[in-house]
């Protein structure tokens, strides 16, 4: 089924409202090939986007090397969070995820 004009546009005007400002970044933890395409996605809104692993697959890499997104190579701590709208974990450690978004939700960020 097609979406007519009214929920297309609704549709976006939801979208642009979820994104913040540009000077907010985003922080996906993880460098695994669902964390370069969480981190593909939202470097397509224009969100600055910090990605948060001690190693990187080809694909989070080739962002790196594009300059879509920066890269710190380590785990993130509560302060790296703090200037941070949304922090999506994807690790494939469960354990290692929980940490993530228990750290994100002391400095109220969004967790996805």
Request: hydrophobic share 50%; net charge positive; proline share 6%.
């Given at each position: ?34 964390a ?29 090397a ?31 995820d ?10 109220r960020?969004?967790?996805?």
């Open positions: 089924m097609t979406p007519t004009p009214a929920q297309r546009i609704a549709r976006d005007r939801t979208r642009l409202l979820a994104f913040p400002r540009a000077d907010r970044t985003a922080v996906v933890v993880g460098g695994g090939a669902v370069a395409r969480r981190a593909a996605a939202l470097t397509r809104s224009h969100t600055p986007v910090v990605v948060f692993a001690p190693a990187l697959c080809d694909d989070a890499f080739d962002l790196l594009e300059r879509l997104v920066t890269w710190e190579n380590r785990w993130p701590t509560v302060a790296d969070l703090r200037a941070a709208w949304l922090v999506h974990a994807a690790t494939g450690d469960a354990q290692l929980a940490r993530v978004c228990a750290l994100a939700s002391t400095v960020a969004r967790v996805a």
